[in-house]
């Protein structure tokens, strides 16, 4: 039975983790067989560092007349995709800066130039909700043209990224140049209007109280009451190193019971994904907490700068789950049916 969310605030400050787990994997297992995880390889190609949205928890931009910005070329992308497929992965996710410099038909000539070269062999998530926001915003255009744009070049995903904390106070603690939470999610509704795909994310672990946490859980769920379009949550926790707003890591226990409460509160989200880019070998004791899916990441430049550590030994890794008990089985990125042909 779904739960409120003072449900959610008692049993976060009073269930053990003995009841979180099973109350967690109750809901898994309305989606999932026990014991099955499934996984991606993946590479965050990370296209320009320019930004001016001047996060305050963000080590890697930079701003756009300081040394040191870039923008790939169509040549520098294309190499970081064939070294992917070396590695034996078929996933990009694009995620850069809020760069004034580059207009809309910068990111749909590159859009449509990785679709052309790799075809359905590759898929990508293109863009977060956040920089969809800004180029939208840039380009005078309303959330349902820029969608179509970008569906048109090719773009079959926009993920939920940029959310961090979805409320309007944290927002304007620490990213009041990232637009507004009423922004975000109207934005994602025309993501998921057009037709693309599109996921839901967290990062826990700045300043947020358990009641934002909470907030962002709720309308997250009332989002996908609404639209059904949230194909999986993935949570992810903050890198301190190097960032203005500095702070401490949170440990990775408090981590595990949030991915048991977001698997128990978000009762119509078919997937829960734990972080290996931000808790490396601990994220896979979070699969006994109702996770269900993850990345293994080979390059993410944001995280990194922030402290994140990625381990290349793929196998290696894959070991840990199952010396868990779990099966883990590689997932291909779903092509939407309405754009399929
Ligand atoms: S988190 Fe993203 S939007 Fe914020 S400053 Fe960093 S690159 Fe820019």
Redesign the pocket.
Same mark, same amino acid.
């Given at each position: 039975m779904r739960i409120s969310v003072d449900e959610a605030r008692a049993l976060w400050n009073e269930a053990s983790d003995e009841e979180l787990i099973g109350r967690a994997n109750e809901v898994r297992d309305r989606f999932h067989a026990p014991k099955r995880a499934t996984y991606m390889v993946m590479r965050i190609i990370n296209y320009t560092n320019v930004?001016v !949205?001047?996060?305050d928890?963000?080590a /890697?931009?930079v701003l756009p007349n300081q040394d040191g910005g870039y923008i790939l070329s169509r040549e520098d992308v294309f190499a970081k995709i064939d070294e992917l497929v070396e590695f034996g992965g078929d996933l990009v996710a694009f995620n #850069? #800066? /809020?760069n004034p410099r580059l207009p809309i038909d910068y990111y749909c000539d590159l859009f449509a130039a990785v679709r052309e070269r790799y075809g359905n062999r590759v898929e990508f998530y293109a863009l977060t909700i !956040?920089e969809f926001v800004f180029l939208a915003d840039r380009a005078g255009l309303t959330y349902a043209e820029a969608a179509a744009r970008l569906r048109d070049a090719g773009v079959h995903w926009v993920t939920g990224g #940029?959310s961090e904390i979805l409320t309007e106070d944290f927002r304007k603690r620490h !990213?009041k140049w990232?637009y507004t939470v009423r922004d975000y999610f109207e934005a994602q509704r025309a993501i998921v209007e057009s037709g693309m795909k599109t996921t839901a994310t967290m990062v826990i672990g700045f300043d947020e109280t358990l009641d934002e946490r909470l907030e962002h859980l709720q309308r997250t769920r009332d989002f996908q009451d609404e639209t059904g379009g949230l194909f999986s949550f993935l949570c992810w926790t903050y890198k301190p190193y190097g960032t203005a707003f500095g702070g401490r890591e949170i440990a990775p226990r408090e981590y595990w019971r949030h991915i048991a409460l977001s698997r128990i509160f978000l009762d119509n989200i078919p997937h829960i994904r734990t972080s290996v880019l931000t808790q490396n070998e601990g994220a896979f004791r979070a699969l006994d907490y109702g996770a269900d899916d993850f990345d293994l990441p080979i390059e993410d430049e944001?995280t990194q700068k922030a402290g994140a550590r990625i381990d290349l030994d793929l196998e290696g890794l894959l070991a840990i789950p199952r010396s868990l008990g779990y099966e883990v089985e590689y997932r291909r990125a779903e092509r939407p049916a309405v754009l399929a042909s």
């Open positions: 930004c !949205a001047q996060c928890y963000c /890697f931009y #850069g #800066g /809020f !956040a #940029g !990213a990232k944001v």
